[in-house]
């Protein structure tokens, strides 16, 4: 018996001469107001969540929202895969599920006397695992791969998966029977970890009153741009250089996080990549073509926190993770600020060859 070609989306068979051009940074900016004011209109008080979902993305990485139920993390997932025009699936996460049921699997097809490879849920632009720790770690691993490559692999056989491929995934941190804590290697794959929280009064009356208004359940997110824009948006996020005393902010504040008297394990190199990737995203979003410490500082705690494993006196003690890498942050001497220093540096530069 032989495996027939599989049937992919067309997405997932786009042709690298049909990306779009690079878009300037504040055509970036502009774009990514408006992706936030739509979801915004829907999702209401969790703009500095969205502000670094979107940061993620725009960086090309991968998003984990922890935090307890009910406060919308699936319709802040679905309402951005919309803005950003994504195909959207989205997968609840069960003990029973198996690897096969998000990557596909291949299955015989009696007209052909053929395997034939059926895409799983995962073949999309923007895959929502909603509840993943409730499923088992052999099922969690199945993601392991598209996260880190971009394709996936069934009995010896590779498919990419659609560019852009971005995963989106929520967990419940109160639950513990019936769930399966991610592990490290897998933690480490989310380029950001986020926490909501409770709106406060305010917020919490507008979510009632939008409901009401819209008389119905679900909510819809109108398409701000499409894949082939966000391609482009990513690519402008990539042509921005990154001063070297930022990347040497990144490197030191990983390097302080392996040194902390609480932590077993600090931030690999993966950590420090990530720290700059989403502060050089977030620096764009704010219409500049440089990143700024407080850039660094302001996403250090979502990209570095669940990458800590904390030693066994300080999880008894009840310290946080994230009360390790703000203490980091507080204690590690920051660079001069980089627009200043490249204005003096401007400044100096002789105009011998310029008239008068």
């Known amino acids: 018996m032989t495996a027939a070609t599989p049937d992919l989306p067309a997405a997932s068979r786009d042709l690298p001469a049909a990306r779009p051009a690079a878009l300037p940074v504040a055509e970036i900016a502009r774009l990514s107001g408006d992706i936030l004011d739509r979801v915004g ?13 979107l940061a993620t993305i725009l960086a090309g990485g991968h998003v984990l929202f922890e935090d307890v139920p009910g406060l919308g993390k699936t319709l802040a997932a679905r309402s951005i895969a919309s803005a950003i ?5 989205r997968l609840q996460c069960t003990p029973d599920l198996l690897p096969a049921d998000i990557t596909g699997s291949f299955v015989y097809a009696p007209a052909s006397a053929e395997f034939v490879f059926r895409p799983g849920p995962i073949f999309t632009g923007l895959f929502l695992a909603d509840e993943i720790n409730r499923t088992s770690p052999k099922t969690q691993s199945a993601l392991l791969e598209a996260m880190a490559e971009g394709q996936v692999t069934v009995e010896g056989q590779s498919f990419p998966l659609p560019e852009p491929f971005h995963v989106v995934a ?28 409770y709106p406060d009064a305010q917020g919490e009356s507008r979510v009632l009153l939008a409901r009401v208004s819209r008389r119905k359940e679900v909510a819809t997110v109108e398409p701000v741009i499409d894949a082939a824009t966000l391609r482009a948006m990513q690519d402008g996020v990539e042509l921005v250089d990154v ?3 930022i990347a040497a902010y990144c490197v030191a504040l990983a390097a302080a996080t392996r040194r902390h008297r609480s932590v077993e394990v600090g931030a690999s190199p993966r950590g420090s990549q990530g720290l700059l990737l989403v502060a050089r995203a977030r620096a764009v979003m704010a219409g500049r073509d440089f990143v700024i410490p407080d850039d660094v500082k302001a996403v250090a705690v979502p990209v570095l926190a669940h990458r800590l494993s904390l030693t066994v006196q300080a999880w008894t003690s009840g310290v946080q993770a994230s009360q390790v890498v703000t203490e980091v942050v507080n204690s590690v001497p920051g660079p ?6 490249r204005d003096a540096a401007r400044a100096t530069v002789p105009d011998a060859g310029l008239p008068g």
């Not at 209109?41 to 979902?53: D, F, I, K």
């Not at 025009?85 to 699936?89: I, N, S, T």
């Open 336 to 341: 001069p600020s980089v627009g200043a220093a």
């Open 243 to 245: 001063d070297e005393d």
């Open 170 to 197: 929520t967990s419940n941190p109160i639950e513990f029977e019936g769930t399966y804590a991610l592990p490290e290697a897998q933690l480490d794959r989310f380029m950001v970890r986020l926490s909501v929280g």
């Open 85 to 89: 025009g994504l195909d959207f699936r």
């Open 41 to 53: 209109s829907v999702v209401v008080g969790m703009r500095p969540a969205l502000e670094l979902a």
